[in-house]
């Protein structure tokens, strides 16, 4: 009976261990895998010149770069994980604008008027 006693024992531990291990390293495992996926669908756009666009959706997991925006307007928008670096805006109108881990890098800001604007 002693011997089954430590045999059960042996295994209620390794069962144990084990089940803890999975279960710290699995969420783990998931996250970084969600994170390479989401980093492989970065759209890079460099140097646009965008004039005269309403936008009105949500713009998600970009980068800008030196792009200059013209009398633009930016209405009832959100900006997740965008990067703005080295970019223009120009007389542009931004309104219900929220933004989520968004950045601006050494960006020119010129005539441009911002109302019921945050960052989340």
């Known amino acids: 009976m002693r011997e089954n006693m430590i045999r059960l024992a042996i ?11 999975l279960s710290v390293w699995f969420p ?3 996250k970084h895998l969600q994170a390479d996926d989401y980093a492989s669908k970065v759209k890079s756009h460099n140097g646009e010149h965008i004039e ?16 200059v925006f013209v009398n633009d307007r930016f209405i009832g928008m959100k900006l997740k994980s965008v990067t ?7 007389n542009c109108y931004f309104d219900d604008v929220t933004s989520v881990g968004s ?3 050494n960006c020119t800001i ?6 019921n604007t945050g960052e989340n």
């Open 110 to 115: 010129i005539g441009s008027q911002f109302f």
């Open 11 to 21: 295994v209620w531990f390794t069962l144990s261990f084990g089940y803890y291990g």
């Open 103 to 105: 950045v601006f890098r």
């Open 52 to 67: 005269d666009i309403t936008f009105n959706f949500t713009l998600e997991n970009q980068i800008h770069t030196n792009s």
């Open 28 to 30: 783990d495992v998931i």
């Open 84 to 90: 703005f670096v080295d970019t223009t805006f120009r």
